[in-house]
């Protein structure tokens, strides 16, 4: 009992100390989304301030400049971008939603950063006023919005309301013929006149175009095409535009001659039936022009391509995309002013990726993406981060991807530059690795925000896959030269062979080995080579289910390695390679590079593979040999079947008996976690959440994936009591199984003659059979072994080997810590009895102070099953933070996390993008970055309007009937008089109120000051209708109403002059504070006066703080003045108001 209360007395001192270094350590930031934006709908780009907008479908905004520069916000409702408006070199945008609303975003600065905000919106309510295309023209005043009942309505970009000025379809088809007026369809482009701003190209659904001139609203020409119009565009000397249709053809027009074509319609590749041409640009340069349009494919043959079309004089290319075109623009340095378009970059939005195309190089070649990358070319089926590479693999992975996207790419620098970077140079260079289902592996630089990719490696060059013969086949027959398809782009949803998916990565940055493990079994070895070479791959077979008699393997082969010579690029370059017997995909892998020796786990068992000999050291088959269906039989037998079910039923009956009051007899052995206390006493917070455990039941031994293998470590620790540190291999299944083998390397001199030994060391069963989902030794400072390669290098401090060591086993409900070599336990957490949710990812982190580098504790970080974030004091087992993170419905979210080193993580956000976060709060890659505005950018916002100002003379019998017709319990607040507040609770509330009444009379004072007695009749009258209309806020005034005095015209004439000559008044009446005895002697008549005043009390504006007095601000702030009567009969005639007293800002009150 004195043990436990001491620490409980320590816990309490130390509290403080410990919320307060948690501060320092952990903090929960989504820091940046890596990636391509999840179905992208609209694009915008400004010119002048090289920026690119891309929205969404679910209403998120991002704008990208040069690299680094990124902002992102998202509409208050989930809605689709229909499209997106930049007002060029001010820094705003307008976004028009698919619920007819319009908004205007600002890029502003705000806590030293630019940050993208709303300021403004607007809607449109009705059918008929669905907004069908918009059209911003280049004096940036108003946005042009076309309907769908044919009228176009202007919106004032400075106020953000519709002007009064409309142009009416009606008077637009005043001119037009018969058969088009009676419905002319829907307004389906407006483009304004190259040199001519007043003038616009209007054009309807149906095919009517009308050149209006928005000045003298008048139509000039109406031009009816033949066929369904799409898009318009205007020759750049508006001499001529250009229509596109949608049978696929466009038409040139004269602007001047509305009877004809100037030429016959053009289907680029008919004459058998196309689809239509979306969207078209007519681009003039110094030779030949430029015309650029999607779609307008054939439909029969190429209906299901999509594809943007570049023309320009004898040059014919389609680009054709794997994903559907959402918009298209070009970029050109020329303004307005000048003589041609010159474009140089064409930009093409696609649903999966963006790809630019330069216009000045020979060929059109792409540029090579700084970030906006496709991260889902194939679909992501893995990925590892690796932190702090070092400088000399780093320069060989750039220079080899350097040389593999030279031929393909530009060399021109990319265009959309944009914005200033805050952040300062990465000093770490930090490397994510993603395995696709296509067997590529890509390398990204995530150093940075911005997500670049370095190098591309593709394993399906070493396999012989279905495709090859089909390939072989189309190169042989050609495809036709018409339409001229050009594939571009790096998205292929498309994969030869579902086998060649990457489903685990690990790399050692120090020795330049790589190993990259598959779906079919396959388990790729790889070194980085500098040069190209001619590979002869080495083949092993482990056959893990050896001593396993009659089982039978019904899924897939296992791919079949190319038996020739395999020519592949300077980079990494496949040495050797291990194919594991069953062809089950690989769930674990480990690798020592410093001993070279591989394991491999799968879902029969693991197996150890030294990579110097090229021999299997040890395989192990963790199948039940009594569960015949997790051999591969898909059958089962009676007796099975039947004992099963009785299992089945008796586990229900436990179910219901153990709501009421189950027996200790009958729990003990289905029931694992029961309440007790716990060897690691919980903080405080954590006894106030869970106080009472749940019942977990142990989980079944025989479930069909009980054998699977999901953790692998090397670790070189204490095995048996008195020897010395060697080197272990621990394994964990899905059953709560841990094996852990002695592994004993010979002599470095005979490394290449003798064998490695694996003995079993000791085999552990977790009483809750939960899958292990990882484990960690940790060493006598409960620190995690680092790589030995590490230390090697001095990138990481040797571990003690002193202390006692202990190991952390993670299963998915709970944590433990044993002791080595015994394996005592020590500490253990409850996660799903406590919490109630399971873990389904582990990361042993470190964490380091913000403000101190040296303090650095290290932890367990965990994501749950309902998507959060948890961390974890080892060995302690206490948890420190918890913060929600993914919805518990995304699946995927949760199980693609990893986890960083030094307490970050990635997350896949959606198929394309990856969301990154930060747990330290020491550690974050954000964009800081600024947006900075030329002077005089954005205009002034136009005044708010002033309310007109009332009448300071009215009718006093009108005033009166006013009053009458008004609720007494509604005082009115006059333009002229400022509300006044009343103290809620003064010494003497009477006195303030007296003081508030004169208060209002000072205000209008020197606000209004009237001049002549006209004036201050119509004051006065304000200043009595207000009295008359205010309630009685205090109980003590009893007096009624007739006999409190009146305020005379002639003590607001005295009071006024009194103001307009301060000096002699303030010589005569000298302040209340600085003459008490006078106070004093007007106590007893100031009390009287009080009482009768209290019934007039000015209520409360609704709108101000109580208890604070208004006053002028060119008052003193201290200054007090007495108001008396200047007419002593008058005085004694209104004998209950004997002197106001105004407290000129009396900040006390």
Same mark, same amino acid.
């Given at each position: 009992?004195?043990?436990?209360?001491?620490?409980?007395?320590?816990?309490?001192?130390?509290?403080?100390?410990?919320?307060?270094?948690?501060?320092?350590?952990?903090?929960?930031?989504?820091?940046? +989304?890596?990636?391509?934006?999840?179905?992208?709908?609209?694009?915008?780009?400004?010119?002048?301030?090289?920026?690119?907008?891309?929205?969404?479908?679910?209403?998120?905004?991002?704008?990208?400049?040069?690299?680094?520069?990124?902002? $992102?916000?998202?509409?208050?409702?989930? $809605?689709?971008?229909?499209?997106?408006?930049?007002?060029?070199?001010?820094?705003?945008?307008?976004?028009?939603?698919?619920?007819?609303?319009?908004?205007?975003?600002?890029?502003?600065?705000?806590?030293?950063?630019?940050?993208?905000?709303?300021?403004?919106?607007?809607?449109?309510?009705?059918?008929?006023?669905?907004?069908?295309?918009?059209?911003?023209?280049?004096?940036?005043?108003?946005?042009?919005? #076309?309907?769908?009942?044919? %009228?176009?309505?202007?919106?004032?970009?400075?106020?953000?309301?519709?002007?009064?000025?409309?142009?009416?379809?009606?008077?637009?088809?005043?001119?037009?013929?018969?058969?088009?007026?009676?419905?002319?369809?829907?307004?389906?482009?407006?483009?304004?006149?190259?040199?001519?701003?007043?003038?616009?190209?209007?054009?309807?659904?149906?095919?009517?175009?009308?050149?209006?001139?928005?000045?003298?609203?008048?139509?000039?020409?109406?031009?009816?095409?033949?066929?369904?119009?799409?898009?318009?565009?205007?020759?750049?000397?508006?001499?001529?535009?250009?229509?596109?249709?949608?049978? #696929? &053809?466009?038409?040139?027009?004269?602007?001047?001659?509305?009877?004809?074509?100037?030429?016959?319609?053009?289907?680029?590749?008919?004459?058998?039936?196309?689809?239509?041409?979306?969207?078209?640009?007519?681009?003039?340069?110094?030779?030949?022009?430029?015309?650029?349009?999607?779609?307008?494919?054939?439909?029969?043959?190429?209906?299901?391509?999509?594809?943007? @079309?570049?023309?320009?004089?004898?040059?014919?290319?389609?680009?054709?995309?794997?994903?559907?075109?959402?918009?298209?623009?070009?970029?050109?340095? @020329?303004?307005?002013?000048?003589?041609?378009?010159?474009?140089?970059?064409?930009?093409?939005?696609?649903?999966?990726?963006?790809?630019?195309?330069?216009?000045? =190089?020979?060929?059109?070649?792409?540029?090579?993406?700084?970030?906006?990358?496709?991260?889902?070319?194939?679909?992501?089926?893995?990925?590892?981060?690796?932190?702090?590479?070092?400088?000399?693999?780093?320069?060989?992975?750039?220079?080899?991807?350097?040389?593999?996207?030279?031929?393909?790419?530009?060399?021109?620098?990319?265009?959309?530059?944009?914005?200033?970077?805050?952040?300062?140079?990465? @000093?770490?260079?930090?490397?994510?690795? @993603?395995?696709?289902?296509?067997?590529?592996?890509?390398?990204?630089?995530?150093?940075?925000?911005?997500?670049?990719?370095?190098?591309?490696?593709?394993?399906?060059?070493?396999?012989?896959?279905?495709?090859?013969?089909?390939?072989?086949?189309?190169?042989?027959?050609?495809?036709?030269?018409?339409?001229?398809?050009?594939?571009?782009?790096?998205?292929?949803?498309?994969?030869?062979?579902?086998?060649?998916?990457?489903?685990?990565?690990?790399?050692?940055?120090?020795?330049?080995?790589?190993?990259?493990?598959?779906?079919?079994?396959?388990?790729?070895?790889?070194?980085?080579?500098?040069?190209?070479?001619?590979?002869?791959?080495?083949?092993?077979?482990?056959?893990?289910?050896?001593?396993?008699?009659?089982?039978?393997?019904?899924?897939?082969?296992?791919?079949?390695?190319?038996?020739?010579?395999?020519?592949?690029?300077?980079?990494?370059?496949?040495?050797?390679?291990?194919?594991?017997?069953?062809?089950?995909?690989?769930?674990?892998?480990? %690798?020592? =590079?410093?001993?070279?020796?591989?394991?491999? #786990?799968?879902?029969?068992?693991?197996?150890?593979?030294?990579?110097?000999?090229?021999?299997?050291?040890?395989?192990?088959?963790?199948?039940?040999? %009594?569960?015949?269906?997790?051999?591969?039989?898909?059958?089962?037998?009676?007796?099975?079947?039947?004992?099963?079910?009785?299992?089945?039923?008796?586990?229900?009956?436990? *179910?219901?008996? $153990?709501? $009421?009051?189950?027996?200790?007899?009958?729990?003990?052995?289905?029931?694992?976690?029961?309440?007790?206390?716990?060897?690691?006493?919980?903080?405080?917070?954590?006894? /106030?959440?869970?106080?009472?455990?749940?019942?977990?039941?142990?989980?079944?031994?025989?479930?069909?994936?009980?054998?699977?293998?999901?953790?692998?470590?090397?670790?070189?620790?204490?095995?048996?009591?008195?020897?010395?540190?060697?080197?272990?291999?621990?394994?964990?299944?899905?059953?709560?199984?841990?094996?852990?083998?002695?592994?004993?390397?010979?002599?470095?001199?005979?490394?290449?003659?003798?064998?490695?030994?694996? +003995?079993?060391?000791?085999?552990?069963?977790?009483?809750?059979?939960?899958?292990?989902?990882?484990?960690?030794?940790?060493?006598?400072?409960?620190?995690?072994?680092?790589?030995?390669?590490?230390? *090697?290098?001095?990138?990481?401090?040797?571990?003690?080997?002193?202390? =006692?060591?202990?190991?952390?086993?993670?299963?998915?409900?709970?944590?433990?810590?044993?002791?080595?070599?015994?394996?005592?336990?020590?500490?253990?957490? *409850?996660?799903?009895? *406590?919490?109630?949710?399971?873990?389904?990812?582990?990361?042993?982190?470190?964490?380091?102070?913000?403000?101190?580098?040296?303090?650095?504790?290290?932890?367990?970080?965990?994501?749950?099953?309902?998507?959060?974030?948890?961390?974890? &004091?080892?060995?302690?087992?206490?948890?420190?933070?918890?913060?929600?993170?993914?919805?518990?419905?995304?699946?995927?979210?949760?199980?693609?996390?990893?986890?960083?080193?030094?307490?970050?993580?990635?997350?896949?956000? &959606?198929?394309?993008?990856?969301?990154?976060?930060?747990?330290?709060?020491?550690?974050?890659?954000?964009?800081?970055?600024?947006?900075?505005?030329?002077?005089?950018?954005?205009?002034?916002?136009?005044?708010?309007?002033?309310?007109?100002?009332?009448?300071?003379?009215?009718?006093?019998?009108?005033?009166?009937?006013?009053?009458?017709?008004?609720?007494?319990?509604?005082?009115?607040?006059?333009?002229?008089?400022?509300?006044?507040?009343?103290?809620?609770?003064?010494?003497?509330?009477?006195?303030? +109120?007296?003081?508030?009444?004169?208060?209002?009379?000072?205000?209008?004072? /020197?606000?209004?000051?009237?001049?002549?007695?006209?004036?201050?009749?119509?004051?006065?009258?304000?200043?009595?209708?207000?009295?008359?209309?205010?309630?009685?806020?205090?109980?003590?005034?009893?007096?009624?109403?007739?006999?409190?005095?009146?305020?005379?015209?002639?003590?607001?004439?005295?009071?006024?002059?009194?103001?307009?000559?301060?000096?002699?008044?303030?010589?005569?009446?000298?302040?209340?504070?600085?003459?008490?005895?006078?106070?004093?002697?007007?106590?007893?008549?100031?009390? =009287?006066?009080?009482?009768?005043?209290?019934?007039?009390?000015?209520?409360?504006?609704?709108?101000?703080?109580?208890?604070?007095?208004?006053?002028?601000?060119?008052?003193?702030?201290?200054?007090?003045?007495?108001?008396?009567?200047?007419?002593?009969?008058?005085?004694?005639?209104?004998?209950?108001?004997?002197?106001?007293?105004?407290?000129?800002?009396?900040?006390?009150?």
């Amino acid at each position: 009992m004195l043990k436990f209360a001491r620490t409980r007395f320590k816990r309490g001192a130390t509290d403080a100390e410990r919320e307060k270094l948690k501060q320092e350590l952990f903090t929960f930031k989504k820091t940046v +989304e890596h990636g391509f934006p999840h179905r992208p709908s609209a694009v915008a780009f400004d010119p002048e301030m090289k920026l690119l907008a891309i929205g969404t479908r679910s209403g998120l905004i991002k704008i990208y400049g040069q690299p680094g520069v990124e902002f $992102s916000a998202r509409h208050s409702v989930e $809605s689709q971008i229909i499209r997106l408006f930049f007002l060029p070199n001010e820094g705003r945008l307008i976004s028009l939603l698919d619920d007819n609303s319009l908004h205007l975003w600002e890029v502003n600065i705000k806590d030293g950063k630019s940050v993208l905000e709303e300021v403004k919106d607007f809607s449109l309510e009705g059918r008929l006023k669905k907004i069908s295309v918009c059209c911003l023209p280049s004096t940036q005043e108003h946005l042009f919005l #076309g309907t769908e009942g044919g %009228n176009i309505y202007l919106l004032d970009v400075k106020t953000f309301q519709l002007l009064d000025h409309i142009i009416y379809q009606d008077v637009v088809m005043q001119n037009v013929p018969d058969d088009y007026k009676a419905n002319p369809g829907a307004v389906e482009a407006i483009a304004e006149h190259p040199t001519d701003s007043n003038k616009l190209l209007i054009g309807y659904n149906r095919g009517l175009i009308v050149l209006w001139d928005n000045k003298s609203c008048n139509a000039e020409q109406t031009y009816v095409a033949p066929q369904q119009l799409e898009s318009l565009a205007w020759h750049r000397s508006g001499d001529q535009f250009m229509s596109a249709h949608a049978d #696929g &053809s466009y038409c040139i027009w004269n602007s001047a001659d509305a009877s004809k074509p100037a030429q016959n319609a053009t289907i680029p590749y008919g004459p058998f039936p196309c689809k239509a041409i979306n969207k078209i640009q007519w681009l003039t340069t110094k030779s030949e022009p430029f015309i650029a349009f999607s779609g307008g494919m054939p439909r029969a043959s190429y209906g299901d391509r999509h594809c943007v @079309t570049v023309m320009q004089g004898k040059t014919h290319v389609v680009f054709d995309f794997t994903s559907r075109v959402v918009d298209f623009f070009t970029i050109g340095d @020329t303004d307005r002013e000048c003589e041609w378009d010159d474009p140089h970059t064409l930009v093409v939005l696609a649903e999966e990726e963006l790809v630019l195309m330069d216009l000045q =190089s020979e060929g059109w070649p792409t540029f090579r993406m700084p970030y906006l990358s496709s991260l889902h070319s194939s679909a992501i089926t893995c990925s590892a981060v690796q932190t702090n590479v070092p400088d000399q693999l780093w320069d060989k992975i750039v220079a080899a991807g350097d040389a593999q996207m030279a031929a393909n790419h530009t060399s021109r620098e990319w265009p959309i530059d944009g914005g200033s970077v805050l952040s300062e140079t990465p @000093t770490s260079k930090d490397l994510l690795l @993603t395995g696709h289902e296509d067997g590529s592996v890509r390398f990204w630089d995530v150093s940075t925000p911005a997500l670049r990719l370095l190098y591309k490696l593709d394993t399906k060059a070493y396999f012989s896959t279905h495709d090859d013969s089909e390939v072989v086949a189309a190169a042989d027959t050609g495809e036709e030269d018409w339409p001229p398809f050009r594939k571009v782009g790096t998205f292929d949803p498309y994969s030869d062979d579902p086998r060649l998916g990457v489903q685990k990565i690990m790399l050692c940055p120090w020795s330049g080995t790589l190993v990259l493990a598959g779906t079919a079994g396959q388990v790729v070895l790889m070194d980085m080579n500098t040069e190209e070479a001619e590979v002869d791959l080495e083949v092993t077979t482990v056959n893990i289910v050896n001593d396993r008699d009659g089982f039978v393997w019904k899924g897939h082969d296992s791919l079949t390695p190319r038996s020739t010579t395999v020519k592949v690029p300077a980079g990494f370059q496949a040495k050797h390679l291990v194919q594991c017997t069953p062809p089950a995909s690989v769930t674990a892998l480990a %690798n020592h =590079s410093e001993n070279q020796l591989l394991a491999i #786990g799968t879902s029969h068992g693991f197996s150890i593979f030294d990579y110097v000999q090229k021999k299997v050291i040890l395989t192990k088959c963790t199948l039940n040999p %009594n569960d015949l269906s997790a051999t591969g039989e898909s059958s089962m037998s009676r007796r099975k079947s039947l004992k099963k079910s009785l299992r089945e039923s008796i586990r229900r009956l436990r *179910k219901r008996g $153990s709501r $009421s009051t189950p027996s200790k007899k009958e729990a003990k052995p289905r029931v694992e976690a029961v309440p007790t206390t716990d060897l690691d006493a919980p903080e405080k917070g954590e006894e /106030a959440a869970a106080p009472v455990q749940r019942l977990v039941e142990a989980r079944q031994p025989d479930g069909d994936m009980a054998s699977m293998v999901r953790c692998l470590v090397f670790a070189e620790t204490f095995l048996r009591e008195g020897a010395s540190a060697g080197l272990s291999l621990w394994a964990g299944t899905n059953s709560g199984g841990i094996f852990v083998y002695s592994v004993t390397m010979p002599e470095a001199d005979k490394r290449e003659e003798e064998d490695v030994v694996a +003995e079993l060391g000791k085999e552990v069963q977790l009483k809750h059979r939960a899958p292990v989902v990882a484990l960690s030794v940790m060493d006598g400072s409960s620190v995690p072994l680092p790589d030995p390669m590490d230390v *090697k290098h001095e990138r990481a401090d040797a571990p003690n080997m002193s202390g =006692s060591h202990t190991v952390v086993i993670a299963s998915e409900e709970q944590f433990k810590v044993f002791t080595l070599p015994r394996l005592k336990e020590k500490t253990k957490y *409850k996660l799903t009895a *406590k919490e109630g949710v399971r873990v389904r990812k582990v990361g042993f982190t470190q964490y380091r102070s913000r403000s101190d580098e040296k303090v650095v504790e290290q932890h367990l970080s965990v994501v749950t099953n309902v998507g959060d974030f948890l961390v974890f &004091s080892v060995p302690q087992l206490r948890r420190q933070v918890q913060h929600s993170c993914m919805r518990k419905e995304d699946i995927n979210g949760i199980t693609s996390t990893i986890f960083t080193r030094d307490g970050e993580a990635f997350f896949l956000l &959606s198929p394309s993008e990856l969301q990154r976060c930060t747990l330290s709060a020491r550690v974050a890659v954000e964009p800081l970055c600024m947006l900075e505005l030329p002077e005089g950018a954005r205009p002034a916002p136009p005044p708010e309007p002033e309310p007109e100002p009332e009448a300071a003379a009215e009718a006093e019998g009108e005033g009166e009937k006013a009053e009458e017709e008004k609720p007494a319990s509604v005082p009115e607040t006059l333009p002229s008089v400022p509300a006044i507040v009343v103290e809620t609770s003064p010494p003497n509330p009477v006195e303030d +109120e007296t003081e508030e009444v004169a208060a209002a009379a000072e205000e209008v004072a /020197a606000t209004e000051k009237p001049e002549s007695e006209h004036e201050a009749e119509g004051v006065l009258a304000d200043i009595q209708k207000t009295l008359e209309n205010t309630s009685i806020l205090d109980s003590t005034a009893d007096e009624s109403k007739d006999s409190v005095g009146d305020i005379t015209l002639d003590e607001i004439k005295d009071y006024i002059a009194s103001k307009e000559g301060p000096d002699e008044n303030s010589a005569d009446k000298p302040a209340v504070e600085e003459a008490p005895n006078e106070e004093a002697g007007a106590e007893e008549q100031a009390n =009287s006066t009080q009482d009768a005043v209290t019934e007039n009390a000015v209520t409360t504006d609704s709108e101000q703080t109580e208890g604070d007095i208004v006053a002028n601000d060119e008052m003193p702030t201290t200054k007090t003045t007495e108001l008396k009567e200047g007419d002593q009969e008058d005085q004694q005639a209104s004998e209950p108001l004997q002197e106001l007293r105004i407290t000129e800002g009396d900040d006390e009150k």
